[in-house]
């Protein structure tokens, strides 16, 4: 009698912990709030995710905290953006986890720009001038066409890793890409027929001008991560001047000392614009970051 009741205990907890198991959310770590915003739209109530940069920050200088090692340690999946944009600080971290799980090449780790088309790629590995695009240009999150792509990639990887809720998975991203679509045309609407041609400070901008048909023309950082001379400065203000460069973008997180200057210089108008979610307040899921970017090149009307 003892013993049978012993080995019904026993089968309950086994039974216990496989249900436990089997509804235990994947967790996901992510680098940048955009990929934060579509894991859990993808993965809803079988995710939890963990951003490590905040997205008020420079996405190449995101600042290294122990508890991101804890989160790695225990993650189920990494989603990075890749072409180096995490290189300063992901890399370490990852090592760092010890978790074999979400180490490169392991189903657990997802690069999400090995399905996308990538500009300015360069010719040679270049980091000699501390050029921080040596494999191109990472921010290709500001092209929403791109980030359908990665929405499949999110939805396919989560599938792979919990395949009971595949079907959800794959429903919800569905959803998000519809809304999406939606959106795709409702920016290229606004930005129709304006000709915008500007200077940023960073160049993040040529996916977005790709989709959207605005043309950056040059940039106050003469190498991407490399700060200006004065003699530079003198020179594009006076490039700007000729070409009647009317618009100024600088990146939030970029000191408005030069741009300031240069606007002062040129009379071209101003904006600061966010490059990832929560780069603003405004950017408050990556729909509402793209609305803010599509408008502030837009301008008022
Ligand atoms: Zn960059």
Known sequence: MKKRILLTLASLLVSLYASSTQAAPVKVVVTIPDLADFANRIGGDKVTVYAMASGVE?????????????????????????????????????????NQKIQVGKPGYLDCSRGVSVREAPTSLDRSEGDVHPHGNPHYNTDPGRMRVVIGEIAA????????????????????????DAKIVEWKQKLAGKNIRFVSYHPVWPYFAE??????????????????GPRYV??????????????????SFYSDRLPKQIAAATGARLVSVPIQVHGTKEATDYIAFMDAVVNAFAGKE
């Open 234 to 251: 003198d020179e594009l203000i006076a490039r700007m001047k000729a070409d009647n460069i009317r618009l100024i973008v600088k990146e």
């Open 58 to 98: 420079d996405p190449h200088n995101v600042l290294m905290r122990p508890s991101m090692v804890t989160k790695l340690a225990q993650a189920d999946l990494f989603i990075v953006m890749g072409l180096d944009l995490e290189h300063a600080y992901a890399p370490a971290l990852l090592a760092e986890s010890r």
């Open 157 to 180: 990887r989560l599938s792979e890793i919990d395949p009971a809720d595949a079907a959800q998975f794959q429903a919800n991203a569905k959803q998000l890409t519809a809304k999406l």
């Open 211 to 228: 989709r959207f048909g605005v043309q950056p023309v040059g940039t106050i950082q003469p190498k991407p991560g490399i700060e200006p």
